[in-house]
């Protein structure tokens, strides 16, 4: 009797890096109070030929360079490297559902589902903390620098800071609603790296610890006024804000509706805005897509964070 080939199943958050307050060292995974999944998926199945991919959904025709190039086939071409295996029987396929060059995590997501799919698929022979180096690694591939703050939270769900020896869950705030909202167009993270100065001021450096530092307190200790005091970017967003078309215009709205926080998500041009409750942020939702989005690419959610992060599902074709 033949065994039933096996199939897994992938998914994986979008993700906002940066937080405002934690240049590359914090990061948040995102997910619709609709219920609606924001985030790729990564299908991996048993096959007779070569290591195949087949790319699909809303965003794949925006997928740069050709497929052999993927970074999902790189993924899973360097975790079979590892592993020992030929770069043969397996047959993937990249749902893209997440903008490309938006701000959102999108290569971090694809590069999450993938490789947490290939280890899934072998029974796991990485442990977590290994695949999440990886992921480091093949994310920094396409976005010129390996940063954690999207991999993680996409990884392992909820609000990740960046520690030395990996990366440890913040309890964030439930009542927030983080309002994020992708204009339709592409920034490249590498390009918008490129606009950063290599050395900060002295007082910029003092203000980024001790703001990074109040935050973390504040999440501890759940003090909600002290963490929306401290919400803000003096690293990125100073040098930044002016190359994302409409991201100020927004933002001193979105400031006039009552929202407490408003910052970039990643590199941009997604920008989130902080809600404290749901009147207030379906209010920062329609400014939004009326004001913010410029085309049909573009997108606006309303989220609170997904407490989850990777999600898993094994079948049998
Ligand atoms: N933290 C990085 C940056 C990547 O702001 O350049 C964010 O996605």
């Known amino acids: 009797m033949s065994q039933a080939k096996q199939r897994v199943s992938v998914y994986a958050p979008a993700?906002?890096?940066?937080?405002?307050?934690?240049?590359?060292?914090?990061?948040?995974?995102?997910?619709?109070?609709?219920?609606?999944?924001?985030?790729?998926?990564?299908h991996v199945e048993a096959s007779d030929g070569p290591l195949s991919l087949e790319c699909v959904g809303p965003y794949a025709d925006l997928l740069p360079g050709n497929v052999a190039d993927n970074i999902v086939l790189r993924c899973a071409r360097h975790f079979l490297q590892q592993?020992?295996?030929?770069?043969?029987?397996?047959?993937?396929?990249?749902?893209?559902?997440?903008?490309?060059?938006?701000?959102?995590?999108s290569s971090a997501s694809s590069v999450v589902a993938a490789l947490a799919a290939v280890n899934a698929f072998f029974d796991s022979p990485l442990s977590p903390q290994e695949l999440l180096v990886m992921m480091?690694?093949?994310?920094?591939?396409?976005?010129?620098?390996?940063?954690?703050?999207?991999?993680?939270?996409?990884?392992?769900?909820?609000?990740?800071?960046?520690?030395?020896d990996g990366a440890r869950a913040l309890p964030g705030f439930n009542a927030w609603y983080w309002v994020v909202a992708y204009p339709g167009i592409t920034l490249s993270t590498a390009k918008m790296r490129a606009l950063l100065p290599t050395e900060l001021p002295l007082a910029t450096a003092l203000r980024f610890g001790q703001q990074l530092a109040s935050?973390?307190?504040?999440?501890?200790?759940?003090?909600?006024?002290?963490?929306?005091?401290?919400?803000?970017?003096?690293v990125a967003e100073p040098y930044r804000a002016a190359h994302i078309p409409g991201y100020q215009a927004a933002r001193d709205k979105l400031q006039a509706l009552g929202c407490p926080a408003v910052g970039i998500s990643g590199s941009g041009p997604t920008l989130f805005a902080v809600a404290?409750?749901?009147?207030?942020?379906?209010?920062?939702?329609?400014?939004?897509?009326?004001?913010?989005?410029?085309?049909?690419?573009?997108?606006?959610?309303?989220?609170?964070?997904?407490?989850?992060?990777?999600?898993?599902?094994?079948?049998?074709?």
Do not use: W
Request: charged share 20%; with cysteine; aromatic share 4%.
């Open 83 to 105: 592993q020992g295996k030929p770069e043969q029987g397996l047959a993937l396929t990249l749902e893209k559902n997440l903008p490309i060059g938006s701000g959102l995590g």
């Open 215 to 234: 935050f973390v307190d504040a999440c501890h200790r759940q003090d909600e006024a002290q963490a929306l005091a401290v919400l803000k970017d003096v």
């Open 136 to 164: 480091g690694e093949l994310e920094g591939q396409i976005s010129g620098s390996v940063h954690y703050d999207n991999v993680a939270p996409s990884y392992l769900g909820g609000l990740q800071l960046m520690q030395q």
């Open 276 to 317: 404290g409750d749901k009147t207030q942020a379906e209010a920062a939702a329609r400014y939004l897509q009326q004001h913010y989005v410029l085309n049909a690419r573009g997108l606006v959610r309303i989220c609170k964070l997904d407490p989850v992060g990777v999600q898993v599902e094994r079948g049998a074709m």
């Open 15 to 42: 993700s906002m890096g940066n937080v405002s307050v934690g240049f590359d060292l914090l990061g948040a995974a995102l997910a619709p109070v609709d219920g609606e999944p924001l985030g790729d998926r990564v």
